[in-house]
């Protein structure tokens, strides 16, 4: 017997490791936006949290879990003169090539969530566009029946709707629904929705940021299938 019927992935932190994938990413991109002037660089890692030196986040950057909208309002505080919806492209067309980090092999653990009879989505707070280019990239798009971005309609997390947008899609009662995400938008919207929550442990998030709102905190996806027949 199995705790859902639908399991609904964050992806950055969540499908794919957060430090593996963006890390170096945030680096260039950085660089990229600054015209490779060290001020600059400096002004744009200050307001977004992140540490050039050691190339991380900070676990409180807005960077990790905003809209890729919000993310480029950010940056612009840095970069007077630029506008948002010049940076928003160039954040949405260089994340699409980011170099993943799978969290597990994708392919062999949602084969085994399918063969279940699972239905599976994904919702995340970039865009649809790098949404579909990542999982693409990964192999991996197949095998979800649902996928949205902060830019699909149904609003962005922390608010419940786009979850609630899964689970009218795929017909299923939300707390049937497991919400698995790496930081605390995820699981708020997952309980604002009346879902289950999982946290994992592949973002920037500890144990002790996502336990107060999840059923269970994990070390990573690959867990998640004894979870929920246990």
């Not at 991109?29 to 015209?35: E, N, S």
């Not at 009662?173 to 442990?201: E, F, K, N, W």
């Amino acid at each position: 017997m199995s705790r859902a019927d639908g399991v609904l992935f964050d992806k950055d932190g969540t499908l794919f490791d957060f430090h593996a994938t963006w890390s170096g990413w945030a680096h260039d991109v950085i660089r990229d936006l600054a015209g490779g002037e060290a001020a600059v660089m400096a002004r744009i890692a200050e307001v977004a949290q992140f540490d050039l030196e050691t190339r991380a986040f900070h676990p409180a950057s807005p960077v990790i879990a905003c809209t890729n909208r919000e993310v480029a309002e950010c940056l612009a505080q840095a970069l007077p003169g630029r506008a948002i919806d010049e940076i928003e492209t160039h954040l949405m067309l260089s994340a699409a090539d980011a170099p993943l980090a799978p969290a597990v092999p994708l392919v062999p653990f949602l084969d085994g969530l399918a063969a279940r009879g699972l239905r599976l989505g994904v919702m995340t707070n970039d865009t649809e566009y790098g949404a579909r280019a990542h999982l693409t990239s990964a192999g991996v798009l197949g095998h979800f029946h649902f996928v949205a971005g902060f830019d699909s309609g149904h609003g962005a997390k922390p608010a419940p709707g786009p979850l609630l947008a899964f689970a009218r899609a795929m017909g299923l009662a939300p707390a049937r629904v497991v919400m698995v995400g790496d930081s605390a938008h995820d699981l708020i919207a997952g309980r604002a929705a009346g879902m289950q929550t999982v946290g994992v442990l592949t973002g920037t998030a500890v144990e002790a940021d996502l336990a107060p709102l999840a059923d269970v905190v994990l070390p990573d996806i690959g867990h998640l299938p004894d979870w929920l027949t246990a």
